[in-house]
């Protein structure tokens, strides 16, 4: 009786390592996604203002430059 406890007690941690493994692939796939998101919502943005830092370089008197 003692080693059929013992083989389900070892069974259910196995188990629960695999659960694991899977709880953080989902994690991370959350994580990419919301990354992703971010990237593109702000990528027009972010090129915005890297094409007027850019301009401003080689222009400085160029009407799009500003202070902020």
Do not use: W
């Amino acid at each position: 009786m003692r080693t059929l406890q013992k083989r389900l007690e070892r069974a259910r941690k196995a188990s629960d390592r695999g659960a694991s493994a899977v709880e953080y692939g989902l994690l991370v796939a959350l994580i990419a996604v919301v990354i992703a998101a971010t990237v593109y919502a702000l990528g027009d943005v972010l090129k915005n203002r890297f094409q007027e830092g850019n301009i401003c370089v080689n222009n400085p008197n160029s009407n799009q430059c500003r202070l902020h």
